[in-house]
């Protein structure tokens, strides 16, 4: 059986770091954002000038704990509190795992096709940063649907975002 997985253009991602620099700039924010593939592996990014060094690192681990667990390091958080499901899940993955806000899914049928990472704020305005840059390519997916042809899209609809508010209803780990 052949396997085809939607992903992430580098064209995409350079459009999603492009609107989220718009947001942290427009917010005042020094900031790193931090766009992976599919695979777990960076695809775009920018330090912002001003930001933090620590920041470099972390929106990269926000963009790859989101995607590995295909929902937003807001939900995580809630979910790795003493007692919570996922208590103790920020220690795997060698500590790359992030659990506070900043990380956001870009998700196509379900799945997390990619996603974005910002740090260099505060946890709201790294949220609103992503938010921002993960909204982008869904609309820019969607308007490039709405003027193709029906057939060459395959019946496809345009990436979904998993923010802070939206999620998994269970936690999948």
């Known amino acids: 059986m052949i396997s085809l997985k ?21 917010l005042k924010v020094a900031c790193s954002i931090a766009v992976i593939g599919q695979d777990g592996h960076l695809l775009s990014f920018e330090r912002l000038d001003g930001a933090i ?10 963009a790859f704990t989101a995607q590995i ?3 937003g390091t807001e939900r995580l958080s809630e979910l790795a ?11 795997s993955h060698n500590g790359r795992v992030v659990v506070f806000g900043g990380g956001i899914p870009i998700q196509f049928q379900g799945q997390a096709i990619a996603a974005i990472g910002v740090s260099g704020g505060t946890v709201a305005e790294d949220v609103a ?7 982008i390519l869904g ?11 029906a057939a060459s899209v395959n019946n496809t609809k345009a990436p979904e975002t998993t923010g802070s508010t939206q999620g998994n209803n269970h936690a999948r780990a």
């Open 6 to 26: 939607q992903t992430l253009s580098a064209a995409h991602a350079r459009e999603m770091i492009e609107t989220s620099k718009s947001k942290a700039n427009a």
């Open 53 to 62: 060094s620590g920041s470099v690192e972390l929106a990269i681990n926000k």
């Open 69 to 71: 667990f295909n929902n």
């Open 81 to 91: 509190q003493p007692g919570a499901e996922l208590f103790g899940i920020q220690h």
């Open 129 to 135: 940063i992503a938010e921002a840059g993960a909204k």
């Open 139 to 149: 609309d820019l997916l969607t308007n490039a649907n709405a003027s193709c042809d």
